[in-house]
């Protein structure tokens, strides 16, 4: 969180991670192309030329001014690939908010268990307490054969009331809930700070 | 009587490609070939993701605790009483507690303090002494930044610059390039990044521990010229950001983001969307 009192600005960062190819730059994706372009940056991608992540998406919303504050949300994405462990933990200093992307996939069970493991491990490494950190669970790829059914995926990353969220991101299905939700928690995590 | 070789087997469960691949992982398996068995047996998972067993031997078959952990929970999520799983998972987290326990803390490359706030007359000041060095270096703009990649101040000519991507991607880059440091065993950081091109320069550095600087010149600029733009933000900006924030030019801080400020947030993101 970083307010400027001159400007006004409240600036939260909202970090998006999850395994590889769970869907996090398509939850990007289809923010930027669905919010007007008044209120979003460009969409910035370093990517591979295959289109895997290879250091981060960024995308910015300005909302506008609320109760005398201009709120800024800074969405990043970490590249999933395990070769790139240093590189998420860059992209996950400083973060206000965690969006957790689940690939519902059974077969990919182990690589979202492990990059779970990895986002609490990571946290703890940069000093923050893992279970104070707002994050929200997204449950993606609903509509492929084949997913875990949504108690399994609560009990393994959602044992104490985390909210999750249902989506299909290709879509937008369940894309702006897990958003607005995570905004939620944000800004009631940065009203306990203030 | 035998039966006749070529006569046709039916698909009972016994004899399906799953279960004939599964089984074959399973003897690769008792035989040591981990490698063998591992491939096998990630193929029955993507056959069957809820095949119980394969994910049972796959934990058995792989070196590193976290896999096997995760796959022992996988059997888990699919059969909470699975009591090998159970044994095994208590197996490896105590292996874990003992190796993470022994382990000292690896070193982060930069702790970040989470919340920063600049009063109205900080933030003043820093712009008044980010003219100053910009217009004495005639630099097209500098622009500050910290290391998580949060724009604070930009000045000199940013109209054509999207000067928050730009301190992202600085931040990034220079991240990246302190753990590169690491990695080679350089102990102190790369203390400046230049990006040399036809008609702009660009430089990297940090200033203190929590923040960075980006200097772009329209030309080619001389090295000196540059290392006394930072001695000075150095020498005039840490002190800025290093005083106690005077909480009078805040009053209205906890009010604004009140109980209803999430709520009002909400509203002007749906009436953004298309």
């Known amino acids: 969180m970083f307010i400027n009192w001159k400007s006004r600005e409240l600036n939260l960062k909202i970090v998006y991670y999850g395994p590889a190819l769970s869907g996090k730059t398509t939850n990007l994706q289809f923010i930027h192309d669905r919010t007007s372009p008044q209120v979003r940056s460009e969409l910035v991608s370093l990517k591979t030329r295959e289109d895997r992540t290879i250091f981060f998406d960024f995308l910015q919303l300005e909302l506008g001014q609320i109760k005398g504050l201009k709120p800024k949300f800074h969405l990043y994405t970490v590249p999933g690939q395990v070769l790139y462990e240093a590189t998420r933990k860059l992209v996950l200093q400083g973060a206000d908010g965690v969006v957790f992307v689940v690939d519902s996939q059974m077969n990919r069970l182990p690589d979202n268990i492990q990059s779970f493991k990895a986002l609490h491990r990571q946290l703890i490494e940069l000093g923050v307490n893992p279970a104070k950190m707002p994050i929200v669970i997204q449950f993606n790829k609903r509509d492929l054969p084949g997913v875990a059914p949504v108690p399994v995926l609560h009990r393994l990353f959602a044992p104490n009331g985390t909210p999750t969220f249902e989506s299909v991101a290709t879509e937008g299905v369940g894309v702006f809930e897990t958003l607005k939700a995570s905004i939620n928690s944000v800004v009631a995590y940065a009203q306990k700070q203030l | ?274």
Request: hydrophobic share 45%; charged share 25%; glycine share 4%.
């Open chain 2, 1 to 274: 009587m035998p039966k006749n070789n070529s006569e046709p087997v039916a698909e009972t469960p016994e004899h399906t490609p799953e279960m004939a691949t599964l089984q074959a992982g399973i003897r690769a398996a008792l035989h040591g070939d981990k490698i063998l068995a591992r491939k096998l047996l990630l193929q029955v998972t993507t056959l069957n993701p809820a095949q119980e067993e394969a994910w049972l031997w796959l934990a058995g078959v792989t070196d590193e605790l976290e896999e096997a952990q995760a796959y022992l929970q996988t059997v888990l999520a699919l059969n909470p009483s699975n009591q090998q799983a159970q044994a095994g998972l208590r197996w490896i987290e105590s292996r874990l507690d003992n190796r993470d326990g022994q382990r000292p803390l690896p070193q982060s490359s930069a702790t970040v303090q989470r919340a920063f706030s600049l009063s109205r007359e900080q933030a003043e000041a820093i712009d008044r002494v980010m003219d100053k060095i910009a217009y004495e270096s005639e630099a097209r703009c500098i622009i500050l930044a910290d290391v998580t990649g949060q724009l604070i101040s930009a000045r000199g000519q940013t109209e054509q610059m999207n000067t928050q991507v730009l301190s992202a991607l600085a931040a990034g880059e220079l991240a990246a390039t302190h753990e590169m440091a690491r990695l080679v065993g350089e102990r102190a950081r790369f203390k400046l990044l230049l990006h040399e091109g036809e008609h702009h320069s660009v430089y990297l550095s940090d200033i203190g521990e929590q923040l960075i600087l980006i200097i772009v010149f329209d030309n080619e600029t001389p090295i000196g010229l540059v290392r006394m733009i930072l001695r000075l933000a150095v020498d005039r900006l840490l002190p800025l950001i290093a005083q106690e924030e005077r909480s009078d030019s805040q009053p209205t801080a906890a009010q604004g983001l009140s109980a209803d400020f999430a709520r009002l947030l909400q509203s002007v993101l749906d009436s953004s969307l298309k």
